[in-house]
């Protein structure tokens, strides 16, 4: 199993990226997927959920209405759009694979995304 | 949604038992999870669904729940322990996941 997110970088306040995380050693298309982030120095924060078709999406209410989650099956890609950042959004973001029971099997090495004037 | 509180830091000599636990309010049923997170690393599962080892996990690394309290109890700690330990929980009602805010385990 491998998951590899991309498109971190350095932003200012207010704008926009979309995060990317390629997957590949396990059947991308039957399992749900989820983003994670965590601040420099702070802890781990659940960010959102996606089915494995795409038809449930759900956030947690610090990003609601500013973050969007998104899959591709045929490209084994999950996308987190990420809208309207603050500094509060600086952190680096985590995408991994559901597991049964309601936690998570497998991570990725992560994406930095800083925001800053 | 629910809260899950951890003490913030443990310490304990190699060889010795170390106990993190993971607390909170309304939550006597529910299934902890825990994370080992290595310093620059991403985080590892070491124990699923209160007391469940995956694959790869020593079997010094143990968990349990009783009432509303869930206990990650490691085994003749070793140097290479030293690390944040996340607990977490599903809450089935809302379809979100919840992080305690992690222990740091020092080990003497």
């Known amino acids: 199993v491998q998951l590899v997110e991309s498109g971190g970088g350095v932003v200012q306040p207010g704008r926009s990226l979309r995060l990317s995380c390629a997957a590949s050693g396990f059947t991308f298309s039957t399992s749900a997927m989820h983003w994670i982030r965590q601040a420099p120095g702070k802890g781990l924060e659940w960010v959102s959920l996606i089915s494995y078709d795409g038809t449930n999406r759900d956030y947690a209410d610090s990003v609601k209405g500013r973050f969007t989650i998104s899959r591709d099956n045929s490209k084994k890609t999950l996308y987190l759009q990420v809208s309207s950042l603050s500094a509060e959004d600086t952190a680096m973001y985590y995408c991994?694979?559901?597991?049964?029971?309601?936690?998570?099997?497998?991570w990725g090495q992560g994406t930095l995304v800083t925001v800053s004037s | 949604s629910h809260v899950v509180t951890q003490a913030h830091s443990v310490s304990v000599a190699p060889g010795q038992t170390a106990r993190i636990t993971c607390g909170g309010d309304s939550i006597g049923n529910i299934a902890f999870h825990w994370f080992q997170q290595r310093p620059g690393q991403a985080p590892l599962l070491v124990i699923s669904n209160n007391s469940d080892r995956p694959s790869g996990i020593p079997e010094r690394f143990s968990g349990s729940n009783s009432g509303n309290t869930a206990t990650l109890t490691i085994s003749r700690v070793e140097a290479g322990d030293e690390a944040d330990y996340y607990c977490?929980?599903?809450?089935?009602?809302?379809?979100?996941?919840?992080f305690g805010g992690g222990t740091k385990l020092t080990v003497l």
């Open positions: 991994a694979t559901d597991r049964e029971g309601g936690s998570f099997d497998f």
């Open positions: 977490q929980i599903w809450d089935a009602i809302s379809d979100h996941r919840v």
